[in-house]
């Protein structure tokens, strides 16, 4: 899938509870450095297309999530790996950066 799924609440332990890694950015639409990271994202999804799934939560429209995991900061990327956390980051990276992070927790 070479598309960024956008979850919420709802759907939330079904997207990450996944085989494949899940990658999920916490941000909102107000939010500088989220969305210099959104085409950057974009990007992975189709380098990392059928090895990764890259998933939007708007910490605007839910928040249940991101309170439940500890986002303090955004744009956070938080990694999953059949539920469970393996890693995170916090902040916009270049593509170079992000495509390291989404390898090395693949």
């Not at 107000?30 to 939560?57: Q, V």
């Amino acid at each position: 899938m070479s598309e960024i799924l956008h979850i919420t609440d709802a759907d939330f332990a079904e997207v990450v509870n996944s085989e494949t890694p899940v990658f999920v950015d916490f941000w909102a639409t107000w939010c500088g450095p989220c969305r210099m990271l959104a085409p950057r994202l974009e990007e992975a999804a189709k380098t990392f297309d059928g090895r990764a799934i890259i998933a939007k939560y708007d910490v605007d429209q839910s928040s249940g999530m991101a309170t439940q995991y500890g986002v303090r900061g955004i744009p956070t990327i938080i990694a999953f790996r059949k539920g469970e956390v393996i890693d995170q980051r916090t902040g916009a990276c270049d593509q170079a950066t992000l495509n390291a992070f989404i390898e090395k927790n693949l």
